[in-house]
């Protein structure tokens, strides 16, 4: 029976200006440097999110979530977001930061080795907006012969990689970056936007340029991205925010000549 009492309507109408006031507030949190660094992102490209330990990264990936879950309910079906930590406290630390900072109305759920619905996602994906989750319970559900979830990674509209540098030959991510690229070859519309999360991307360690290349192109090979959102604009805002080497300039120089140079060739290479 449907409740159109009063008191129903106000606690709806509570409900819906706490939200708006937690999207308020996450988006009037953010410096400028953070936005900056989602703006790929929210153009919807596959894109990696490279800034210092200590940036915020966490809270740019939950403005672009944010901004991805209102662009879903404009356009239906809906389909759920996952956001990936390699470690279970990482996971239960991501879960926790986005259900401070998202609206009440959107699901969220975690979900790890330890949890009840560990083999479970395949009857989740629709009833949930958010699986935080370790990268094993995604690929326990979408590789395979018979994969639990259909339409495997079809199934989600973004992506997110915590701690992206770990997309690497004989890791989870690396596995999941193939099962994408191969459904890519057959159904290149109907995959998530990627994007990755780290403070590490390779170029740190570079001894020469073509080291340094290699790196950048790696990197964007196995997570398909077209760009690596590094602050340029708002680099002093950055540095008094959090201390970054001296060389951080350079770095975001030596990205942004590398991918102007070389252009991106995706696909993940035998590494």
């Not at 937690?22 to 153009?43: G, H, I, T």
């Amino acid at each position: 029976m449907v409740d159109f009492s009063d008191e129903s309507c106000d606690s709806d109408s509570d409900v819906e200006n706490e939200d708006t006031d937690k999207a308020a507030s996450l988006e009037r949190s953010l410096r400028e440097y953070q936005k900056e660094l989602a703006e790929n992102a929210l153009d919807g490209q596959n894109t990696i999110i490279y800034a210092p330990a200590g940036s915020g990264k966490t809270r740019v990936a939950t403005y672009i979530l944010l901004k991805h879950l209102e662009t879903q309910s404009e356009n239906k079906p809906e389909k759920s977001v996952a956001f990936l930590a390699r470690t279970i406290p990482l996971v239960m630390q991501q879960y926790n930061s986005l259900k401070k900072y998202l609206p009440s109305k959107y699901m969220v759920e975690n979900i790890t080795s330890f949890s009840k619905y560990s083999n479970c996602l395949h009857k989740l994906v629709n009833l949930y907006n958010v699986f935080v989750m370790t990268p094993s319970i995604l690929e326990n559900h979408v590789i395979g012969e018979n994969p639990l979830i259909e339409n495997g990674l079809a199934a989600f509209s973004l992506l997110i990689f915590d701690e992206c540098h770990h997309t690497r030959k004989n890791e989870t991510y690396y596995k999941l970056m193939l099962r994408y690229l191969h459904t890519k070859e057959k159904y290149p519309n109907k995959l998530p936007q990627i994007v990755g999360l780290t403070a590490s991307i390779g170029v740190e360690n570079a001894a020469n340029d073509p080291e340094a290349d290699k790196s950048v192109m790696r990197i964007c090979g196995h997570l398909d991205a077209v760009s690596i959102s590094n602050v340029k604009r708002n680099e002093e805002e950055l540095n008094k925010e959090v201390p970054f080497p001296e060389e951080g300039g350079a770095l975001g120089a030596q990205i942004d000549e590398s991918l102007r140079v070389r252009g991106l060739g995706c696909g993940l290479d035998g590494e």
